[in-house]
């Protein structure tokens, strides 16, 4: 009889791990088939707009990301306004939303090349309720293919007790060019971060990034991030479009959205075609 479970017991094993090893783990970029040091991935043309843009978007979504922690991806459901405004000339850099309770502004300090700081001057409301002290730190390689860390703080009042707790923000994400020919004006972007608070793992996203720029066409940035480990399915995306010469000017507006869309739901954002002016 035990030689018999031994037996069940086994196979039951066998099965299991013939089911956990049946599918290859997932392929990385096709960009990066033929290593790091091609073209296409070796560096990107990023301009200092892009850069800053880029900075003020990462930062607003570890926002909307630690009010999803603080209540829940169900309760932050919405479409929220937002503007993206990098402006070399007269050094104007800034994003604005508007939610439920408000407003929240923040400003980019493009400190060089490679760093750029942004906070929010004072807190705002995000998705009803306040939020204040965000200090994030982004920082490029020289190639400008590799954010390698976007540190954000931020103080969110949410939940029963009404007191504020603070989330902290790691992410690293790669930047590559598009092909020649149609994609030749776009720059993808793909990475991971994870949220953290009182030194505890929160939440864990997966980021994809698309920019189109201008060159007689309406220019478009979208971000979407999907949560990979938390306590729901939820998806946060930035849709903006404008203009971006992708040189010194980049003014964009739309939408920061909050859905309850798990992973495997397409983005068709992303995959959309640029529009003619």
Same mark, same amino acid.
């Given at each position: 009889?035990? &030689?018999?479970? %031994?037996? /069940?017991?086994? *196979? =039951? !094993?066998?099965?299991?791990? +013939?089911?956990?090893? @049946?599918?290859?783990?997932?392929?990385?970029?096709?960009?990066?088939?033929?290593?790091?040091?091609?073209?296409?991935?070796?560096?990107?043309?990023?301009?200092?707009?892009? &850069?800053?843009? %880029?900075? /003020?978007?990462? *930062? =607003? !979504?570890?926002?909307?990301? +630690?009010?999803?922690? @603080?209540?829940?991806?169900?309760?932050?459901?919405?479409?929220?306004?937002?503007?993206?405004?990098?402006?070399?000339?007269?050094?104007?850099?800034?994003?604005?939303?508007?939610?439920?309770?408000?407003?929240?502004?923040?400003?980019?300090?493009?400190?060089?090349?490679?760093?750029?700081?942004?906070?929010?001057?004072?807190?705002?409301?995000?998705?009803?309720?306040?939020?204040?002290?965000?200090?994030?730190?982004?920082?490029?390689?020289?190639?400008?293919?590799?954010?390698?860390?976007?540190?954000?703080?931020?103080?969110?009042?949410?939940?029963?007790?009404?007191?504020?707790?603070?989330?902290?923000?790691?992410?690293?994400?790669?930047?590559?060019?598009?092909?020649?020919?149609?994609?030749?004006?776009?720059?993808?972007?793909?990475?991971?971060?994870?949220?953290?608070?009182?030194?505890?793992?929160?939440?864990?996203?997966?980021?994809?990034?698309?920019?189109?720029?201008?060159?007689?066409?309406?220019?478009?940035?979208?971000?979407?991030?999907?949560?990979?480990?938390?306590?729901?399915?939820?998806?946060?995306?930035?849709?903006?479009?404008?203009?971006?010469?992708?040189?010194?000017?980049?003014?964009?507006?739309?939408?920061?959205?909050?859905?309850?869309?798990?992973?495997?739901?397409?983005?068709?954002?992303?995959?959309?075609?640029?529009?003619?002016?």
């Amino acid at each position: 009889m035990r &030689k018999n479970l %031994i037996f /069940l017991y086994v *196979a =039951i !094993l066998s099965g299991f791990g +013939a089911n956990v090893f @049946a599918n290859d783990p997932p392929s990385s970029l096709s960009s990066y088939n033929n290593g790091p040091d091609v073209e296409a991935v070796e560096s990107t043309d990023l301009s200092e707009t892009e &850069k800053i843009a %880029i900075s /003020l978007v990462e *930062a =607003i !979504l570890h926002v909307a990301e +630690a009010k999803i922690d @603080a209540s829940s991806c169900a309760a932050s459901v919405g479409e929220y306004p937002l503007t993206v405004l990098a402006d070399i000339n007269f050094s104007m850099f800034e994003l604005s939303v508007l939610s439920l309770g408000g407003s929240y502004k923040l400003v980019a300090n493009p400190l060089s090349e490679k760093q750029i700081d942004v906070n929010d001057k004072g807190g705002g409301f995000f998705s009803g309720v306040k939020v204040a002290g965000l200090v994030a730190h982004a920082i490029l390689n020289s190639k400008a293919n590799n954010m390698i860390s976007q540190t954000s703080v931020v103080s969110v009042l949410a939940g029963k007790n009404k007191t504020p707790d603070r989330y902290y923000s790691l992410f690293s994400g790669v930047f590559y060019n598009g092909s020649e020919g149609v994609n030749v004006h776009e720059v993808y972007g793909s990475g991971l971060q994870y949220i953290n608070k009182l030194t505890y793992p929160e939440s864990k996203y997966w980021h994809r990034l698309k920019i189109h720029r201008g060159s007689g066409r309406l220019a478009r940035t979208v971000i979407v991030k999907d949560l990979l480990a938390g306590a729901e399915s939820c998806r946060v995306m930035v849709d903006v479009s404008g203009t971006n010469d992708g040189l010194e000017f980049f003014f964009q507006s739309g939408k920061l959205v909050i859905s309850t869309q798990d992973p495997s739901i397409p983005t068709p954002e992303l995959k959309q075609p640029p529009f003619f002016l």
